[in-house]
């Protein structure tokens, strides 16, 4: 089985910053694609960021040129660099895994193993 564990939540104010990371236990497929979701109380779950095994990267407009997710391979390890951050950054964030080359963030259902998620909270 694959596990995925989010850390690096916190409390910041606006503007600041937060590097959150998903580290992966279990074998992986050479082929796959890691995402970043978000969810803020009362509203649905939002596709943030995604990249694949080779670097390739997708991201939300709201977060485009703030933040930034990267890929160790050598520590199967995911992580999102989130600056300039905003009240309405405030979610829930979990990352999530394909077992196959990124798909559209949209469609959430595509993967198949999530993490149980780190608070971020911003406050103005």
């Known amino acids: 089985a694959i596990y995925l564990t989010e850390l690096g939540g916190g409390s910041v104010q606006a503007g600041g910053s937060l590097r959150l990371s998903c580290a992966t236990s279990?074998?992986?497929?050479?082929?796959?694609?890691m995402g970043w979701f978000r969810q803020a109380p009362g509203k649905g779950r939002e596709g943030v960021a995604h990249?694949?095994?080779?670097?390739?990267?997708t991201y939300a407009d709201s977060v485009k040129s703030r933040f930034t997710i990267s890929l160790d391979n050598s520590k199967k390890t995911v992580y999102m660099q989130m600056n300039e951050l905003k009240p309405e950054d405030t979610a829930t964030y979990y990352c999530?895994?394909?077992?196959?080359?990124?798909?559209?963030?949209?469609?959430?259902?595509?993967?198949?193993?999530w993490g149980q998620g780190t608070q971020v909270t911003v406050s103005s």
């Open positions: 999530a895994k394909v077992p196959r080359s990124c798909v559209p963030l949209r469609y959430k259902h595509y993967f198949d193993v």
């Open positions: 279990g074998s992986m497929y050479a082929r796959y694609c």
């Open positions: 990249i694949d095994s080779v670097g390739a990267t």
